[in-house]
């Protein structure tokens, strides 16, 4: 089978294209970093396959509503108990 011919019922099938589904996983991978590590932003940028780090600020923006590093504030403030 042709690339082309992948790329098209891939295209069918999920009504995505390879690259937006890859995306799409890259950025599900960061997040559970985010959410489950210490670690910077900028390394879970490039470990979930990002080459820049500028590309994933703006495509996680883009798919999440929020910065990245702003829904890691978000993960501290629920995180932290209430001072009685």
Same mark, same amino acid.
Do not use: C, H, W
């Given at each position: %089978?042709? *690339?082309?011919?992948?790329?098209?019922?891939?295209? *069918?099938?999920?009504?995505?294209?390879?690259? *937006?589904?890859? &995306? /799409?996983?890259? @950025?599900?991978q960061? +997040?559970? %970093?985010i *959410?489950?590590? #210490?670690?910077s932003?900028? !390394?879970?940028? @490039? #470990?979930?396959?990002?080459?820049?780090?500028a590309?994933?600020?703006?495509?996680? =923006? /883009?798919?999440?509503?929020?910065?990245?590093? !702003?829904?890691? =504030? &978000? @993960? +501290?403030?629920?995180?932290?108990p209430?001072?009685?």
């Amino acid at each position: %089978m042709s *690339e082309r011919n992948l790329q098209r019922l891939l295209k *069918e099938a999920s009504g995505r294209t390879f690259t *937006e589904l890859l &995306t /799409a996983t890259r @950025l599900g991978q960061a +997040k559970v %970093m985010i *959410e489950t590590t #210490d670690r910077s932003i900028s !390394d879970i940028s @490039l #470990d979930a396959g990002f080459q820049t780090y500028a590309n994933f600020r703006r495509l996680y =923006k /883009a798919a999440f509503g929020i910065s990245s590093s !702003d829904y890691r =504030k &978000t @993960l +501290k403030i629920q995180s932290t108990p209430p001072q009685t």
